[in-house]
């Protein structure tokens, strides 16, 4: 009863190629994330989806692509891989809460990650 | 340009004894912050979180302290726990953009028996 998940956890590929990582939530969320890790270990947000919908789209290479079928699914394509795109991948789910006043707070649950090298 | 900063990438406590874990951050526009925890091959888990019209937030052995005068915040762990051994990374949000947060690169916190 994996509360996020994603597939594969690990992936090896060749540059050029296309790859899909997919992330599943069953917490009833809202909100999806993907994150990518980099060598350097910060975790930077790469995209954002609020039920179905596009809200965050950070300083990303158009070669990335998500696509959130239901608000349950939110799924990352990468067209044409290149050697700096190995990373770790994040996908993360939130929960819209609305305390006193105007102040949200969302806590972000992760996925195990998905460890992409790109040879 | 890094807005949340753990200068320390690793730390090392003796079991029983507190660890002391430091994150800066340089956007004053900050006004939520948070603790994640992550051991190996797993994705980091949410810990502590403390907003900042308060200086201090208290979850069992974990407390997070904010100074935001000084723009710092920290984790204590008290008693630690071998089980305590993991990456601890910190996170700060924008008044307003609950959903973005900026991550420090995380301090490895190794408890020993």
């Known amino acids: 009863d994996t509360a996020v998940s994603q597939t594969p956890k690990y992936l090896v590929t060749q540059m050029g190629n296309d790859k899909s990582i997919k992330c599943e939530q069953n917490?009833?969320?809202?909100?999806m994330y993907w994150y990518k890790q980099d060598s350097k270990k910060f975790l930077k947000i790469m995209f954002s989806?609020?039920?179905?919908?596009?809200?965050i789209n950070e300083t990303v290479p158009n070669r990335f692509s998500p696509k959130s079928p239901d608000k349950a699914h939110l799924n990352l394509h990468i067209n044409s891989l290149e050697l700096g795109d190995s990373a770790v991948y994040f996908c993360?789910?939130?929960?819209?809460?609305?305390?006193?006043?105007?102040?949200?707070?969302?806590?972000?649950?992760f996925g195990p990650g998905t460890r992409l090298l790109v040879l | 340009d890094q807005q949340v900063k753990q200068n320390s990438p690793s730390l090392s406590v003796q079991e029983g004894r507190i660890s002391i874990l430091n994150c800066d951050y340089t956007?004053?526009?900050?006004?939520?912050f948070l603790w994640y925890k992550k051991y190996p091959a797993e994705g980091p888990t949410f810990l502590i979180s403390?907003?900042?019209?308060?200086d201090k937030n208290e979850d069992g052995r974990f407390t997070v302290f904010l100074n935001k005068s000084a723009k710092h915040l920290s984790l204590h762990i008290v008693p630690s726990q071998p089980g305590d051994s993991a990456v601890y990374f910190c996170?700060?949000?924008?008044?307003?953009?609950?959903?973005?947060?900026?991550f420090g690169s995380g301090t490895q916190l190794t408890v020993l028996p």
């Open positions: 993360a789910s939130s929960q819209n809460v609305r305390l006193a006043g105007a102040d949200r707070r969302e806590t972000q649950y």
């Open positions: 917490l009833g969320h809202d909100t």
């Open positions: 989806y609020n039920n179905k919908e596009l809200i």
């Open positions: 956007n004053s526009m900050f006004d939520y």
């Open positions: 403390i907003s900042s019209i308060k």
């Open positions: 996170a700060a949000t924008l008044h307003g953009s609950a959903r973005q947060l900026t």
